[in-house]
């Protein structure tokens, strides 16, 4: 089971909206609604930002969605700030024997 | 508030065997439908799942590290640990303890990570 296939970098301005994708296939992301989200900022352990693909953990804030199509999943941040540079992990359950697979990362750089 | 917290040598030699313990406050591990799993993310990459477990002892491995990891629990203590055999340098990385949510759909609670290094 690989990974799944993130963009290496995105950038925005502030106040922009970027998209983060993340693409599996029929196995992982095209075969459940377990597409979560994680933010990582440098030094510290990641934070659940999304779950079953589109919903939010109490605390996160609403600039934060996400959304399916197919064997692709999204993260889109909207109203980009400062605080929001930092790497961003998907993961997915799967029903390869992995059970569960993360995406290769994105470092989002705030402009 | 759920706070999970890893413990164990911060060096390892080569060919030997890494041992960690995650201690977990503020809840207990016994909980109905939540697993327990570890993540390593090597220096500067991504994550990987290790394994998960559940606190009745029943366990979940990647098949990429499955023939050297155990993963136990101790439910009157609070804690699970990790034991990975034959490390060699490409284990080194930062070891997280997290909460599994259930069916193993998202890891929702999570350590702050320890640093293992393997070396002679």
């Known amino acids: 089971q690989s990974a799944l296939t993130q963009p290496a970098s995105v950038s925005g301005s502030p106040g922009q909206s970027i998209t983060i994708s993340c693409t599996g296939t029929?196995?992982?992301?095209?075969?459940?609604?377990?597409v979560s989200w994680y933010q990582q900022h440098p030094g510290k352990a990641p934070k659940l930002m999304i779950y079953?693909?589109?919903n939010r953990p109490s605390g996160v804030s609403n600039r934060f969605s996400g959304s399916k199509s197919g064997n692709t999943a999204s993260l889109t941040i909207s109203g980009l700030q400062a605080e929001d540079e930092a790497d961003y992990y998907c993961s997915s359950y799967t029903s390869s024997s992995t059970i569960y697979v993360f995406g290769t990362g994105t470092k989002v750089t705030v402009l | 508030q759920l706070q999970l917290q890893e413990s164990g040598p911060g060096l390892v030699k080569p060919s030997e065997t890494l041992s960690l313990t995650c201690t977990v406050s503020g809840g207990s591990i016994s909980s109905s439908s939540y697993y327990w799993g570890w993540i390593r993310q090597p220096p500067g990459k991504g994550l990987e799942w290790i394994g998960s477990?559940?606190?009745?002892?029943?366990?979940y491995y990647n098949p990429s590290l499955k023939s050297r990891v155990t993963i136990s629990v101790d439910t009157s203590k609070n804690q699970f640990s990790l034991k990975l055999s034959s490390v060699t340098a490409a284990d080194t990385a930062v070891y997280y303890c997290a909460r599994h949510a259930p069916a193993m759909v998202h890891f929702d609670y999570w350590g702050q990570g320890t640093l293992v290094t393997v070396s002679s």
């Open positions: 079953d693909v589109s």
């Open positions: 029929s196995s992982d992301v095209g075969g459940y609604n377990y």
């Open positions: 477990i559940y606190y009745s002892g029943s366990t």
